[in-house]
């Protein structure tokens, strides 16, 4: 695996159980899944002589971002090496606008969208869109950076200011964001996991309620069959990762993620596969297992660092006061707003249930009660 974030860190847990054998490539030894797994190579993912070193007798090859050059993963893939996903895949979670263009072209629900290069290009979006537009990175942004809403041709003017690519979206009235995880194999199974609703505060994700309440089962049934088709039309092996927004008229693709996903964190203890021993199923090209519910009800929510680094001191308090409360530390150094882990509760009733997540996850970062 590519990467030695949390996801590898979470991927090695799963690794163990299923026998496999897992190495990561780490850019400094303190990273979160190199603290953890003893196969640790260090190297620069943007150089290809050190993927190619790293890469040396790994029987497949995936990723825990999606960071590595497009050119890098066809050379390991000329190579002889099975790169999964793809690059033909993968650079769809790389670059937006690709992205874009392929979903439009097989008919995927999108928002109106255009590549962009000046203030003319957007004011003349806009005329036609409407205000406000939203301007995005096309490759790079992900947590709310690298999107700006701009209400303004002043605000757009700012943002352009940045001189990174970028292309205009309309702005879409939803009412709220939902993510569909689903895993794709070499072979073509495919499988998808309940679709869950996404809460997002400051463009980052705080909560994930699975599964989705109150969400009508055919709109559901839709939201599931558009990842598959996704996942199809795309190729991808591995997990897959569709955010949409749920608006009046439908639903709307957003964004895409070819790898396991915070969206899906509750699967650890939520569902009866793990996202990250499906992503390991399918990158080996294993049967997939069942995406199934373990409880009726699963909410998830981030921990993000705030201004006490010591969350330790507060773990009795935690443990203590709801047993089953899920911890998941990603080893990392505490700062504002950082993702630093997660909490998850089960149960039957998803006031109850949100009610003791939040309170885990509040109480943790910030010492107060909620």
């Not at 990842?227 to 199809?232: D, Y």
């Not at 569709?242 to 009046?248: D, L």
């Not at 089960?346 to 509040?362: I, K, N």
Request: with cysteine.
């Amino acid at each position: 695996m590519v990467g030695a974030g949390q996801l590898a860190r979470m991927t090695q847990q799963s690794a163990i159980a299923l026998g496999v054998e897992l190495r990561v490539l780490a850019n400094t030894s303190d990273e979160s899944a190199a603290r953890v797994i003893v196969d640790t190579r260090l190297g620069d993912y943007r150089e290809l002589a050190d993927l190619r070193e790293f890469a040396t007798g790994c029987h497949a090859i995936t990723f825990d971002h999606e960071h590595v050059p497009t050119e890098h993963i066809r050379a390991l893939a000329a190579d002889g090496y099975a790169v999964r996903p793809g690059a033909d895949a993968l650079v769809h979670a790389q670059d937006k606008a690709v992205m874009r263009e392929r979903l439009n072209s097989f008919g995927a629900p999108c928002p109106a969208w255009a590549r962009v290069s000046g203030l003319d290009d957007v004011s003349a979006f806009a005329a036609e869109h409407g205000w406000p537009v939203v301007l995005k990175a096309i490759r790079g942004g992900y947590d709310g950076r690298g999107v700006w809403v701009c209400r303004t041709p002043a605000e757009v003017a700012e943002a352009l200011s940045t001189g990174v690519p970028m292309m205009a979206e309309a702005f879409v009235p939803f009412e709220r964001e939902l993510a569909v995880l689903v895993a794709r194999s070499p072979h073509g199974q495919g499988v998808s996991y309940p679709v869950v609703e996404t809460v997002q505060q400051d463009g980052i994700c705080v909560e994930v309620l699975a599964p989705a309440p109150g969400l009508d089962p055919e709109e559901a049934a839709e939201a599931q069959r558009v990842a598959l088709q996704i996942a199809h039309e795309l190729g991808v092996t591995g997990l897959l990762a569709v955010e949409m927004f749920q608006t009046a008229d439908g639903l709307m693709v957003n964004e895409l993620a070819m790898r396991p996903h915070n969206s899906g964190h509750w699967t650890i203890d939520g569902s009866r596969t793990s996202q990250f021993e499906q992503h390991l199923r399918a990158v080996l090209d294993l049967p997939l297992g069942s995406p199934s519910m373990s409880a009726p009800v699963v909410v998830m929510a981030n921990l993000l660092g705030g201004d006490d680094p010591d969350l330790f001191k507060r773990y009795e308090h935690v443990m203590a006061h709801d047993p089953g409360i899920k911890l998941h530390f990603y080893g990392k150094e505490v700062r504002p707003g950082r993702k630093i882990g997660h909490v998850t509760a089960v149960g039957d009733d998803l006031e109850t249930v949100r009610a003791r997540a939040r309170h885990a996850a509040v109480y943790l970062t910030t010492g107060e009660y909620t």
